[in-house]
């Protein structure tokens, strides 16, 4: 398996940026899928978005057009900025990792886990 990292979370006012990063090391980074997913106080944790080994990637409605997914193979990372951000994206964001070749909503399609990272937007 893959370990991860999260990192960049912190507290920021609608419509600010931020970007989160996710280290990983371990087994080949590069032939995984990776996804990002939110957990929000007494809510279930839910799908963010995807991206493939090759960059092919996929996103929650919710955040579609706001959020963009990429990773850099050669630094074993993978990001998620976040733009006119709102406070319903309140949550703790986790990354994760998927040996599917691109994998959807579902928590049971992902392997590894971070610790998650707090992301607060204040109104």
């Known amino acids: 398996q893959v370990q991860l990292v999260e990192s960049g979370g912190g507290l920021v006012q609608t419509g600010d940026s931020l970007r989160l990063s996710c280290a990983a090391s371990?087994?080949?980074?590069?032939?995984?899928?990776m996804g990002w997913f939110r957990q929000a106080p007494g809510k279930e944790r839910e799908f963010v978005a995807a991206?493939?080994?090759?960059?092919?990637?996929r996103y929650a409605d919710s955040v579609k057009g706001r959020f963009t997914i990429s990773r850099d193979n050669a630094k074993n990372t993978v990001y998620l900025q976040m733009n006119s951000l709102k406070p319903e994206d309140t949550a703790v964001y986790y990354c994760a990792a998927s040996g599917a070749t691109l994998p959807g909503e579902g928590v049971y399609e992902y392997e590894s886990w971070g610790q998650g990272t707090q992301v607060t937007v204040s109104s």
């Open positions: 371990g087994r080949t980074f590069s032939s995984y899928a």
């Open positions: 991206i493939s080994w090759s960059g092919g990637s």
